[in-house]
Antibody
């Protein structure tokens, strides 16, 4: 079964840091590009970051550039999102997703909740 | 910029529903559609503007190219009541989602 499972979400104070993980199974992780998407409570979807299969290409949304870092461990089938200098507006459910090369996110995890509040 | 309309629509079982997504600038056919139900992750319905993902009902169809795209749901079923999102799916141009369309029961 193809599966993505996120973890690491928590309550953190503004200015704090958090590292999200996404564990993949059921497909050849090293052959696939991956993406993080977030959704603030009651709001729509926001694309956050993208990483190519070999980490050679990385993109970020303007809203997180310079604060978030996406990375991956192909040996251990894992995707990460290091989030620094967190803001209240970063509060959201964070999803990892498999990115098809022809466009579209065809496998999603169930998400992990990040709450930034004092 | 992805502009999706309407933001909500009320419909009955058996109805036909059309959702529009406009892209600026044009994105060729780099357009995906997703369905999301409350408390669940989004589900890919259509990619490359008109290709149904595996296992998606043929009641869903997508069309369009460049700047204007549509998602059509025919013979609306109870399980289709959800929120739908379009997405500019070309990673080189910072993929963006539309604002979403909530399909509600009339």
């Amino acid at each position: 079964e193809v599966l993505l499972v996120e973890s690491g979400g928590d309550l953190v104070q503004p200015g704090g840091s958090l590292r999200l993980s996404c564990s993949a199974s059921g497909f050849i992780f090293s052959s696939n590009t991956m993406t993080w998407v977030r959704q603030a409570p009651g709001k729509g979807l926001e694309w956050v970051a993208y990483i190519s299969s070999s980490e050679t290409t990385i993109y970020y949304a303007e809203s997180v550039k310079g604060r978030f870092t996406i990375s991956r461990d192909n040996i251990n089938y894992s995707l990460f999102l290091q989030m620094n200098n967190l803001r209240v507006e970063d509060t959201a459910v964070y999803y990892c997703a498999r990115d098809m090369a022809i466009g579209g996110l065809n496998i999603w995890g169930r998400g992990t909740m990040v709450t930034v509040s004092s | 910029q992805m502009t999706q309309s309407p933001s909500s629509v009320s419909a009955s079982v058996g109805d036909r529903v059309t959702i529009t997504c406009r892209a600026s600038p044009g994105i060729n056919n780099w357009l995906a559609w997703y369905q999301q139900k409350p408390g669940k992750a989004p589900k890919l319905l259509i990619y490359s503007a008109s290709t149904l993902d595996t296992g998606v009902s043929s009641r869903f169809s997508g069309s369009g190219y460049g700047t204007e795209f549509t998602l059509t749901i025919t013979d609306l079923q109870p399980e289709d009541f959800a929120t739908y999102y379009c997405q500019q799916a070309n990673t080189f141009f910072a993929p963006k989602f539309g604002g979403g369309t909530k399909v509600e029961i009339k």
